[in-house]
């Protein structure tokens, strides 16, 4: 497991932890300059529901999930909290890309879905480290791609797919990023997540429980058939998991 420990902890014996869980993203750069990447960061716990962000704020922190999962939400009337998930970021990615963009305000809200470790680092030390080196330039480059197909994708699934094609590819984009077939997820949660009424969400759980493809109590939800849950959910499912694979697998 990752140790959340010191700062000073032996960076040879932090990524030798790191290898159980580590950042796909980071992963793919050099060794020298994943090394020196690391070096600057720390380990970090993140916290369920816990918000890093509001749109407009300045940007503190890049973060380099592991086991720990964050939703980024667009907030379209504060006042009837008015909320849709846009995107998500798991060990695949990263929150904070504006930097990378020489852009500091944060465009989104990021909330915690999924508690658990990650990398976090400063975000001078980071803009530093991103000037200096070519390879997380190049890889970040190809993550800022992924991220706009995949914010695209998410606004055309909004308008043209049903709440149950959508509810079935958000629990597979949560299920590859929770590591888990299980998960904690509430009907308040979802509805606002996918931008619908709660009676809908209600609707579309339990014709994916009545297929036998999930088991849902209490907001305690067990993916039970993955792949009838593939078939269940909207194309926009593979299309993102395809554009990740064609840019960075």
């Given at each position: 497991m990752l140790c959340i420990g010191s700062?000073?902890?032996n960076i040879a014996d932090t990524q030798e932890e790191f290898i159980h869980a580590e950042n796909q993203l980071i992963a793919r750069l050099p060794r020298q300059q994943r090394r020196d990447l690391l070096e600057l960061c720390e380990p970090i716990e993140l916290v369920l529901a816990e918000v890093l962000c509001e749109p407009g704020d300045r940007t503190r922190y890049a973060?380099?999930?592991t086991q720990s999962f964050v939703s980024l939400v667009?907030?379209?009337?504060v006042d009837r909290e008015s909320l849709l998930e846009?995107?998500?970021?798991?060990?695949?990615?990263?929150?904070?890309?504006?930097?990378?963009?020489?852009?500091?305000?944060?465009?989104?809200?990021?909330?915690?879905?999924?508690?658990?470790?990650?990398?976090?680092?400063n975000a001078a030390?980071?803009?530093?480290?991103?000037?200096?080196?070519?390879?997380?330039?190049?890889?970040?480059?190809l993550y800022a791609y992924v991220l706009m197909a995949q914010f695209a994708g998410a606004a055309a699934c909004v308008r043209f797919h049903l709440i149950e094609q959508r509810l079935a590819r958000w629990l597979l984009m949560t299920q590859d990023r929770a590591q888990a077939d299980r998960f904690h997820v509430t009907h308040e949660f979802l509805s606002y997540m996918l931008g619908v009424r709660r009676v809908g969400v209600t609707a579309a759980a339990g014709e994916l429980q009545?297929?036998?493809?999930?088991?849902?109590?209490?907001?305690?939800?067990?993916?039970l058939d993955r792949a009838g849950l593939e078939a269940a959910a909207c194309s926009c499912y593979a299309t993102d998991c395809a554009v990740y694979r064609d840019q960075l697998a």
């Open positions: 700062k000073t902890q973060y380099f999930p667009s907030i379209v009337d846009v995107g998500m970021i798991g060990c695949e990615g990263m929150l904070g890309m504006q930097l990378a963009l020489g852009v500091t305000g944060a465009p989104l809200r990021a909330l915690v879905q999924g508690a658990g470790p990650a990398w976090r680092i030390k980071f803009t530093r480290e991103l000037n200096k080196s070519a390879p997380l330039r190049r890889v970040l480059n009545r297929r036998g493809l999930i088991e849902y109590h209490r907001g305690d939800l067990e993916v």
